[in-house]
């Protein structure tokens, strides 16, 4: 039936592409947003359902009633790091669920996930964020305390912009300006209501 359920964009990009303006830009557009690491952060600031199994996994990391990034980032290792997902993915799916329960009469959603593709996370429509290798190196290089070593081993983990790109439903290029961003998102939603409106 019509309507039964939200269309679902999932929204991804790799680190520097641009993935949160173009979270953004459809939030602009009156699409409900739900940020992946908005949900990580908020589970860091109140870790009532994971606080136990952090503490045993790294000892000292919750100061105050909230877990400190700099004493978990002291301690991480692969396999630590592997864990600790285990432990926090769980959390942001339950909260994920809650946010298109909480929105079941929207006609689109969309999730806004770094490691969408790399999860498999079930979406109707992949948008990713992206701008060419030397704006995206600028981008990160720009963060405070980013390095070249940390660059390195943050893209290692993720999905190759070209790998992004040719599991795209569609694409947004964010090194042209944000009203070109924006016209793009205009044209996605434009496409994505008349495929709903035609089912």
Do not use: C, W
Not at 119 to 124: I, P
Not at 153 to 160: G, P
């Amino acid at each position: 039936m019509p309507g039964a359920r939200p269309f679902i964009i999932g929204l991804t990009g790799a680190m520097g592409m641009g993935k949160s303006t173009t979270a953004q830009l459809f939030a602009e557009q009156g699409i409900p947003v739900f940020d992946a690491d908005r949900a990580v952060h908020d589970i860091y600031a109140n870790p009532v359902a994971v606080q136990r199994d952090i503490e045993a996994l790294f000892p000292g990391a919750v100061v105050e009633g909230s877990i400190s990034r700099a004493r978990i980032a002291a301690q991480m290792t692969p396999e630590k790091l592997a864990r600790l997902e285990a432990l926090i993915h769980p959390v942001v799916l339950q909260m994920r669920e809650q946010f298109v329960e909480h929105h079941a009469a929207a006609p689109i959603l969309l999730f806004d996930i770094p490691l969408l593709l790399e999860t498999g996370t079930k979406v109707d429509a992949v948008v990713v964020a992206s701008a060419p290798a030397h704006v995206q190196r600028q981008r990160v290089l720009a963060r405070p305390g980013m390095t070249e070593a940390k660059f390195t081993a943050l893209t290692a983990r993720q999905l190759s912009d070209a790998q992004k790109r040719a599991q795209a439903d569609h694409v947004v290029m964010t090194d042209q300006g944000l009203d070109h961003a924006r016209e793009q998102v205009k044209m996605i939603l434009q496409q994505i209501r008349s495929k709903i409106t035609d089912a």
